[in-house]
């Protein structure tokens, strides 16, 4: 399998707010690590310790101090516009709070259609047999076309954010802690669904989550973050079978074993 994102050497920081004190904060300090296509790759770690600063980095919501973000083996901040296009259809998020990530002033049908107006040049009708395609293939019923946001429960809108993210097709995922504001008992079939959709659609993800539980299930490879910097990377079995580091044995420690 080929690399389809590889991070080199990439620093993110953050300038103090306070004007009297012009320090910076380091977010991401010097992390280095490869997604190789249809490969769930995890990172783990601590609130604070980086991972949604890095995930927004590769989505190019903030910009790095130093270091690379390579796309097919291109430099995402480096690359024209022009040579850039495609980039925010390939690479989707799915947010961690599904009830903030939709506009509640717009039916299902329209936010899930809309990625599909920006990005493409389909007729209304295949729009509209992509937006019911889509809705299928995440267990909604066609009904919720008509339907606003406040009218489905908390794991029916992440169904939502999911079908959003796949509706166009990427290649690349990037899920952010999206399960842990759900219940206990909707993460399962979350968690389920994500993992059938990976197999079904050969999905590349990028998963950042807190939760170890969940990272053991759906994990190809693990990544551990801490204060800004990747101090352990492996595949998932020999990250939980035989941790090197310290804090990765302590995070491991810390986590409710589930039977």
Known sequence: MDNLLEIKNLTVEYNSLNKKNKS???AVNDVSFQIKEGETYALAG???????????????????????????GKNIFSQTKEEMKNYPKDVQMIFQ????????????????KEPLDINTKFSSKEKKSLVKNILEEV???ESSIELYPHEFSGGQRQRIAIARALILNPKLIIADEPVSALDASIQAQIINLLKELKRHKKLTVLFISHDLNVIRYLADRVGIMYFGKLIEENTTGNIFRYPKEEYTKTLLNSAPVLH
Not at 97 to 112: A, C, E, R, T, V
């Open 24 to 26: 910076s904060v380091v």
């Open 46 to 72: 601590e609130s604070g310790c980086g991972k949604s600063t890095l995930a927004k980095a590769v989505t190019k919501l903030v910009k790095p101090k130093s270091g690379e973000i390579l796309f097919e």
């Open 97 to 112: 709070n599904p009830y903030s990530s939709l506009n509640p002033k717009m039916k299902i049908g329209d936010i899930l």
């Open 139 to 141: 267990g909604l019923p």
